[in-house]
C-alpha cells in the first residue's frame, strides 16, 4: 500500500490484523506521533486518507477534521525531547575504575578491564568544569556514578567524589541528584552512611533469582543480603538485570520475586542483553526477542498490578519523541577521557577512539566540540536510510550508538523489527486501555463488533 502522502506527514500506517484474528494486512491502526492520535481502518480508508491528505481543503468536514486531529502543527523539532547539542550536559556519567571482582558471562566491558583508575586530580578538574555556573546554565544536574569496573572497588577514590560534587553543588547552589550503579557485592557501614547523608540512589546489577545470579554474575548470597541491608537503612535501591537466553523465559517470575523478597523497591530494568558472541546468528537474535517481548509485557502487567514499575530502554523511549536513541552523554572514562557513550570506556572497547572528544589535560577538560557535533549527528534516524517510513523511528530514534560497533547489518535489522513489534503492541496496548475507559469494552471487542455490524 502507498503511504508516502502519510508518511511525509508523519502518518503511519501499521498492519494489525493479526491482534484481531485476521491477516496482518486486513485492519491497520492509523497512527500519527506527534499529535499522539490513532484508531484502526481498513485498508480502502487508509488508501482515501492518503490521497486526501494531498489536498488543503476538503469536501467533506469529518475528512477535514480527521486529518488536522493527525497532522502536527509547527515544526517537528517543536516536539522533540531535547538532546544535547540544543540543551548542553546537565548530566555527567563517571566511570571511576576498568576494574571488577566479577566476571560475568555477558559483560559488554569486559575486554576494557585495563585495570586503570582515574585520580582525584582528574575528579577534581572533571566536577569543577562539571558543576560550575560560569560552563553548565543548568541549575538541576545529575551525576550517575558507573561500572566499567566496579566503582566501590576504588571507595576512596569514589568517597572523595561524591563529597566533592555536593561541595561544590552547595557552593554554586545547583540541585545535584546522584546515582550509583554496583554489582553489590561490596557494602560496609560507611559506604551505606555516605548513601543515606547524601540520598544517592543505589542501582544494584543482579539477576534476582539464585540459579541465574550464580550462573551468570555469582556471588547470590552476598548480594541479596547487601541489597537487604541497604533497604533497611533507608537507601533508595532499584535492580537492573540483564536479560539472556537463560531467564528470557522466567522475567514474570523474577519480578514476583522482587515482589516476595524486596518489597521496598518498586522499580525494576530488565534490559535486553547486548552480546555479539551471545546469538549465533540473526535469526537467533530475532527469536530471543520474540520471547523478551511477549515475557517483558507479562512481567509488566504483573508488576502493573502490584504497583512495581518494570522498564528497559526500548520501554522508556517509547514515552518520548527522540530523533537519536540517546542524547549523546558526558561520560568520564577511567582514562580521564570523555566518551559519548558510556558502553564504550576503555581502549580496548570496539568503537572507542571513535567515540572519545575530549579529555582532562593536566588541569584543564579539553574537548573537540566539532567531533562532538558529529558523533551527535553521525548516528541518528536521519542517517539511518533504515528509518525512512519506520512508524517506530521518532521512538527509537535509529537505534543504539554502541549497537555499529557490536553487530552487523542483518543483525542490526533484526534488532529494528523487534523495536516496530515492541512499539506496535504498546500502541495497541495503550490504545485498548482508551477503548476500556471510554466505551467500557476492550479495543478488540470493539472493533470486532464494528466489522460484525458492517457486514450483515
Known sequence: MNQKNLNTNQIFA???????????????????????????ARPDFV?????EILFEKYEKATQAELLESLVPEGEISDYLHKGVLEEGFNTLLVLPNNICNFSCSYCYSALGRSGEKLTKEMVHVALTDFIHPEKNQHKKIFISILGGGEPLMTWELTRYMIDLAYELADKYGFSLWMSLVTNGSILN????GVFMKYQIRIAVSFEILEEIQNLQRGQFDKVDA????????????????????????????????????????????????????????AEDLGSFYKLFLHNFNEAF???????????????????LLIDRFCPGVLALTPEGEYSVCSRISSPNDHGYKESIFGRI???????????????????????????VGCFTKWHCGGGCYAHQFVYNKKTLEAICDYKREFTRLRLLRDLDADYRQAQGV????????????SES
Open 47 to 51: 488508501e482515501l486518507l492518503n490521497e
Open 361 to 387: 589535560d593536566n588541569s584543564t577538560v579539553k574537548t573537540d566540540k566539532e567531533k562532538l557535533t558529529d558523533l551527535i549527528n553521525g548516528y541518528n534516524l536521519y542517517s539511518r536510510p533504515e528509518c
Open 189 to 192: 557501614d560507611e559506604m551505606i
Open 226 to 281: 547487601n541489597i537487604r541491608k541497604l533497604i533497611a537503612a533507608g537507601v533508595e535501591v532499584r535492580i537492573r538485570s540483564t536479560i539472556t537466553k537463560d531467564n528470557v523465559m522466567l522475567q514474570k517470575q523474577m519480578v514476583q520475586a522482587v515482589a516476595e523478597r524486596y518489597p521496598a523497591i518498586r522499580n525494576l530494568v530488565m534490559e535486553e542483553v547486548t552480546d555479539e558472541n551471545h546469538f549465533k546468528t
Open 301 to 319: 502487567v504483573w508488576g502493573e498490578q502490584h504497583e512495581i514499575g518494570i522498564e528497559c530502554s526500548s520501554f522508556r523511549n517509547n514515552n
Open 442 to 453: 476492550g479495543l478488540k471487542e470493539f472493533v470486532l463488533a464494528s466489522i460484525e455490524t
Open 14 to 40: 501499521i498492519p494489525v490484523g493479526d491482534y484481531f484474528g485476521k491477516t496482518p494486512e486486513d485492519l491497520q491502526l492509523v497512527y500519527s506521533p506527534f499529535t499522539e492520535n490513532m484508531f484502526v
